[in-house]
Structures are given as structure tokens and as C-alpha cells.
């Protein structure tokens, strides 16, 4: 299967099919493909979950750190005025939080008319 005329797949298109395919078993994959055939499936599927791993930590640090930037603040000295603690990084995840959750709604409503 050649490829269409004026298509240059790019370094990644590349490097990705270099990589060594495995499926469930962990037995290799060739690299041909074939979507059709169940080991392709499931070293697609392995690729796949890698990435939501790879995802869900990069995820699961940012929120560590934004925690600790917004909520773990060095005590100051008395005397000093401060405005109030968590005045702003609270109330703004919540309400990020909030529009999101509707914003989740209202998209799964519209998917159902």
C-alpha cells in the first residue's frame, strides 16, 4: 500500500511506526496495517492505554502542584495585611469545577435530542 500522491508523513508518523508493537501477550506485532486482525487491536489498544497512563500522571502532577501553589502558603509575620487565605484559588476551581460539570450536562443533553 503506497502512499497518496503529495502526502510526507512527518518525523512522528515516523517514529511511531518504528516502534515495537505487542499485543496482550505481549508477543510482537508487525507493523503492518491491519486493522481487521485482532493482535493489530490489541497492541492499538495497549498503545492507547499507555497514553491514558502517561495522561492521567501528567494530570494527577499538575493538580499536586496547583494545589500547593494555591492552598500551601508560608505563614507571614504579624502585623502584616494579607488579604484573606484561599480568597481566590478556591472559589475559582470551584467554579471551574461548577462550569464544567454543566457544560458536561448540557453537551449530553444535546447529544440525546
Known sequence: MGEPPGYRPSAWVH??????????????VPSD??????????????????AGLGLGLSLIL?????????????????GTKSP????????????AAL???HRH???WQQRDQ
Open 15 to 28: 517514529l511511531l511506526h518504528q516502534l515495537p508493537r505487542a499485543d496482550f501477550q505481549l508477543r510482537p
Open 33 to 50: 496495517f491491519a486493522p481487521q486482525e485482532q493482535e493489530y487491536q490489541q497492541a492499538l489498544l495497549l498503545v492507547a492505554a499507555l
Open 62 to 78: 499538575i493538580a499536586a502542584y496547583l494545589i500547593r501553589v494555591c492552598c500551601c502558603r508560608p505563614l507571614e509575620p504579624p
Open 84 to 95: 484573606p487565605p484561599g480568597g481566590g484559588c478556591v472559589t475559582w476551581s470551584c467554579i
Open 99 to 101: 462550569l464544567r460539570r
Open 105 to 107: 450536562r448540557f453537551l
